[in-house]
């Protein structure tokens, strides 16, 4: 069974530059990263979205105003740590969605606690010691936290790959879906269980929700640098596509896909065979929204700098504006990959396939 947070009941905390500065500039260095000036005021209040009133937290769940979401599954929080905050200090976003932290609940808290909270988001997580792991952080408001999925099977014990919340308005559902390993393998069928109680779930949801994350799945042949490199594998099956399509049959709209309908769009690269560098990529972490969110997306796109450089997570966030668009209507990949030109059909096999 899920389990319920309570909400913190604090004065709100004003982001600002600061003593955190040094800090950023230190990790930002240490990870061959470069921190341009952010591109919109960053001094707001945390759950009202009214910059700098010091006024006591209250609710936003009626809240519209303009947003800036993004999921990332940054493949242990721990090791990320030096990536993750100037990443924050850079793209400035409001919610962000986590997954693979890899990190128990108080572990987290212990890493970074101070830190987000020095930076003005309020902090939900669902994690374990070793594996698997969700959060939220956000700083228009963290509402309703739910840990887990009603519902949903376990492997054999319940996982923690669901955490929801809502946060300016909107029900927020940061997911990491199972693998499933292999055809047809008990963990595929559990991939489709913990899938189907995913899809209940929205089905009972709010009207403005969204839920992302790391689907592990690539909606279509499209989505893949090239179909018939992953024929045997997971990911790309009829029946986990099939599962997808039902979860969208709930009212969710594919938001990357659907403002870019023609593009080259990967969010995941293998560390192996040089794949990144080739972009031989996939394309499962999405942000699935219900229409009253998805009419609001102005910008929508994979960051792909932040798979660049010194010890990325193999997959990179992806971002979402509603309302406006801080950076314009760029993307669908930023920066594009140098290497455009697809590799021909069948030329390339994957380093997990079997010889």
Not at 8 to 17: E, F, G, I, L, Q
Not at 23 to 49: D, F, K, N, Y
Not at 116 to 131: M, Q, S, T
Request: charged residues 25%.
């Amino acid at each position: 069974m899920p389990r319920r947070h309570g909400v913190w009941d604090r004065p709100c905390r004003n982001y600002h530059h600061g003593s955190d500065v040094t800090e950023v500039q230190s990790l930002a260095v240490s990870s061959g990263l470069v921190i341009p000036q952010p591109s919109r005021a960053i001094v707001r209040c945390v759950r009202t979205g009214i910059p700098g009133d010091g006024s006591p937290c209250r609710s936003v769940s009626a809240t519209l105003c303009p947003v800036r979401i993004a999921t990332w599954n940054v493949n242990s929080v721990k090791q990320r740590v030096p990536r993750l905050l100037p990443w924050l200090e850079q793209r400035q976003p409001d919610v962000v969605c986590l997954q693979e932290t890899k990190l128990s609940d108080e572990a987290f808290e212990d890493l970074l606690g101070t830190a987000l909270r020095a930076r003005g988001y309020d902090i939900a997580v669902h994690g374990e010691a070793r594996w698997n792991g969700v959060a939220i952080l956000s700083r228009v408001g963290l509402e309703d936290v739910v840990a887990g999925l009603d519902g949903a099977p376990g492997f054999p014990e319940p996982e923690a790959r669901a955490v929801s919340a809502t946060c300016g308005g909107i029900r927020m559902t940061s997911v990491y879906v199972p693998n499933g390993r292999a055809p047809d393998s008990e963990h595929y069928h559990y991939k489709l269980a913990w899938l189907a109680a995913l899809r209940e779930a929205v089905a009972s949801g709010p009207d403005a929700a969204i839920v992302c994350g790391d689907m592990n799945i690539a909606p279509t042949d499209a989505d893949v640098f090239d179909p018939e490199a992953y024929i045997g594998q997971t990911h790309v099956t009829p029946p986990e596509r099939e599962a997808l399509t039902q979860l969208q049959a709930q009212g969710l709209h594919d938001v990357v896909r659907e403002r870019w309908p023609d593009k080259r769009v990967f969010t995941y690269w293998d560390y192996r065979a040089g794949m990144f560098h080739q972009d031989l990529g996939m394309r499962i972490d999405l942000v699935l929204a219900t229409e009253p969110v998805a009419k609001r997306v102005r910008a929508a796109w994979v960051d792909r700098h932040a798979r660049k450089g010194t010890a990325p997570s193999d997959h990179a966030p992806v971002i979402v504006d509603l309302d406006e668009a801080p950076d314009g209507d760029i993307g669908p990949v930023v920066p594009p990959p140098s290497s455009a030109r697809p590799p021909r059909r069948g030329s390339f096999k994957l380093p997990q396939a079997p010889d």
